[in-house]
C-alpha cells in the first residue's frame, strides 16, 4: 500500500478503473458523519460484523466468504451515496459472473466490462480501513458453545444501542486537536485536511506524547528504560 500518498491525501488508485477519493473533514462534515461511517463500515464489513444478522437468516457466518458477503450488498449502494468515496465509479451496477479464465466468482461492470474480482476487492477494503483506521474483523470461534457466547454477547450489544444514536467520534478528536500544543491546524485549518492525514496525526501526537511521558520518567528515576520497548523509545516509527 502506498503510504505516502495516504499521507497526502491524493486519490488512491485501485486499478485503471477505480480511484478510492480521499474526503476532507469538511466534506465528512457536509455529509453527515454519522451516515459516512456507516457507509464505510458497510463497505467494508466482515462476516464477523454482521454475524447476528446472518445467524438470524439461518447462516453460519464461519461459512461466508466475505467477498460474496460484499457482492451481495453491492446493489445497496448507489453512486448518490458512494459518490464522496468512488466519485462516479456505480458499485450497484456490478454483476455476479464467473472469470472465464480462473472460473472464480467475480462481480462485472456490464458496459465497462472489467472484473471486481477478490484481488481487488482486497485493496479496496485494505485502503479503506488503513484510511480510517479501521482493523479487519475476523471472529473465529474454536467451538459451537463459544461461538453461540460470541453470538449473544453481539447481539445484547446491538440491543444495546438499539434506538441510540451512534456515539460522535470527529468532534471531541477536531476539539482535542485543535487545541493540542502539537498540532500545526488552527480550528478553520482542519476542514481541510483528508481523513487519514487527520487520523493520522492523532496516532502520531499520542507516540509522541508516550515517548515525552516516558522520557520524563526516565530522568525523573521512576522509568527503568531496560523494561521501555524500544518501539516506544522511537516516536519516529511506523504507526
Known amino acids: 500500500m502506498d503510504m505516502l500518498s495516504l499521507l497526502r491525501g491524493v486519490g488512491y488508485p485501485v486499478n485503471e478503473h477505480l480511484t478510492i477519493r480521499h474526503p476532507r473533514v469538511g466534506e465528512i462534515c457536509d455529509y453527515g458523519e454519522h451516515e459516512y461511517y456507516a457507509l464505510v463500515s458497510m463497505l467494508t464489513a466482515t462476516p464477523s460484523d454482521l454475524m447476528v444478522q446472518l445467524t438470524?437468516?439461518?447462516?453460519d457466518y464461519e461459512a461466508v466468504d466475505e467477498f460474496q458477503l460484499f457482492a451481495t450488498c453491492c446493489g445497496a449502494f448507489s453512486p448518490e451515496r458512494t459518490r464522496i468515496?468512488?466519485?462516479?465509479?456505480?458499485?450497484?451496477?456490478?454483476r455476479a459472473?464467473?472469470?472465464?479464465?480462473?472460473?472464480?466468482?467475480?462481480?462485472?461492470?456490464?458496459e465497462k466490462g472489467f472484473f471486481f474480482?477478490?484481488?481487488?476487492?482486497?485493496?479496496?477494503?485494505?485502503?479503506?480501513?488503513?484510511?480510517?483506521g479501521m482493523k479487519k474483523n475476523t471472529e473465529h470461534a474454536g467451538n459451537a458453545t463459544t461461538k453461540q457466547i460470541m453470538i449473544d454477547e453481539a447481539r445484547r450489544r446491538m440491543e444495546r444501542q438499539a434506538g441510540k444514536p451512534p456515539p460522535l467520534f470527529l468532534p471531541p478528536?477536531?476539539?482535542?486537536l485543535t487545541n493540542s500544543p502539537e498540532f500545526k491546524y488552527g480550528f478553520r485549518d482542519v476542514w481541510d485536511m483528508p481523513i487519514y492525514t487527520l487520523m493520522d496525526a492523532v496516532r502520531r501526537i499520542q507516540t509522541i506524547r508516550?515517548?515525552?511521558?516516558?522520557?520524563?520518567?526516565?530522568?525523573?528515576?521512576?522509568?527503568?528504560?531496560?523494561?521501555?520497548s524500544r518501539k516506544e523509545l522511537d516516536w519516529l516509527s511506523e504507526l
Open 56 to 59: 438470524d437468516m439461518g447462516i
Open 85 to 94: 468515496l468512488l466519485g462516479d465509479f456505480d458499485l450497484s451496477a456490478l
Open 97 to 110: 459472473g464467473v472469470h472465464p479464465a480462473t472460473g472464480e466468482f467475480v462481480l462485472v461492470h456490464p
Open 117 to 132: 474480482d477478490k484481488a481487488v476487492y482486497e485493496i479496496f477494503v485494505g485502503v479503506l480501513r488503513q484510511m480510517h
Open 173 to 176: 478528536i477536531l476539539s482535542a
Open 210 to 228: 508516550n515517548y515525552q511521558f516516558i522520557m520524563s520518567g526516565v530522568y525523573s528515576g521512576n522509568v527503568d528504560i531496560k523494561k521501555v
